[in-house]
């Protein structure tokens, strides 16, 4: 005897293929998700670098110590007829002294800022902004050197044991060399920060996707592979995309579950 079961197989095959048809018929036919959609949900979640206040502040701080240094070390240590209102400001302590205790100071400050604007910009880095972070990346960390330069000039005069007045005004001059070489480089950061938040721009691998068109004879984007690219920047850019796919696809899940819920 026969056994039944694959003639209800046979029945029941072309209802199940039509049944599956018909499911994958309303997905195909449901409410598609437009790439705009997606970028304005992106748009709506751009974080902005939070270092532009600490860095304007840091900045108008170092303007204001260098000219008290002048005026401590023009008044107080050369004494040009201001020695009555020095002894009475700093008491014992001789000038040069507070003049480099506010240096070490102002360090402080400055270190304290490039380690909370490099993990801002690791955080931006990871949410697809690779550009930006090649852009910053030398010129976040450049106020630091400048100022840990100075330093070391600093401790390089307080070892050679010049004369007073010879010492100050080396040490004056090391403070103003200083000064025009690092505020520049924060103000310039500072623009350049103020710019990226303003923009509110898409992650890289978003832009390239609408400014490249995939045809035979267009160059690869900068998300791909190049002869002139280092390993490193290869890495790099395959990190930039990981993270941006990783984005658009959380996106991607919470519009279709809104859209679930709505239907």
């Known amino acids: ?49 939070p270092t532009t206040c600490p860095a304007g502040a840091l900045s108008l701080m170092h303007i204001l110590y260098v000219a008290l240094s002048m005026c401590v070390g023009i008044m107080c240590v050369l004494k040009f007829g201001q020695e009555e209102v020095c002894l009475r400001i700093l008491g014992s302590v001789q000038g040069d ?13 400055m270190l304290l800022l490039t380690v909370w604007v490099h993990h801002h ?43 007073q007045n010879i010492h100050t005004c080396v040490l004056l001059s090391i403070l103003g060399a200083e000064f025009l070489v690092a505020v520049p480089c924060l103000l310039y950061y500072t623009v350049k920060v103020m710019k990226f938040n303003k923009e509110q721009a898409a992650p890289d691998v978003s832009q390239e996707e609408h400014s490249h068109t995939y045809t035979v004879t267009s160059l690869p984007t900068e998300t791909g592979f190049r002869g002139s690219s280092t ?27 809104n859209l679930t819920a709505q239907h």
Do not use: C
């Open 1 to 49: 005897m026969e056994s039944p079961e694959p003639s209800l197989f046979a029945q029941a095959g072309p209802s199940a293929d039509m049944t599956r048809s018909t499911e994958e018929d309303s997905l195909v036919d449901g409410p598609l998700i437009s790439a705009d959609v997606l970028q304005s949900a992106m748009r709506r979640e751009f974080q902005s670098v």
């Open 97 to 109: 002294s507070v003049i480099v205790f506010g240096k070490v100071f102002l360090w402080v400050l």
């Open 121 to 163: 910009h690791s955080r931006v880095r990871s949410r697809g902004y690779l550009r930006f972070y090649r852009q910053t990346q030398r010129l976040k960390q450049l106020p630091l050197i400048i100022h840990s330069t100075g330093n070391a000039l600093l401790l390089l005069l307080q070892a050679l044991r010049l004369p």
């Open 231 to 257: 390993l490193e920047e290869v890495v790099e850019k395959q990190a930039d995309l990981i993270e941006y796919l990783k984005l658009h696809n959380t996106l991607l899940s919470k519009r279709l579950l």
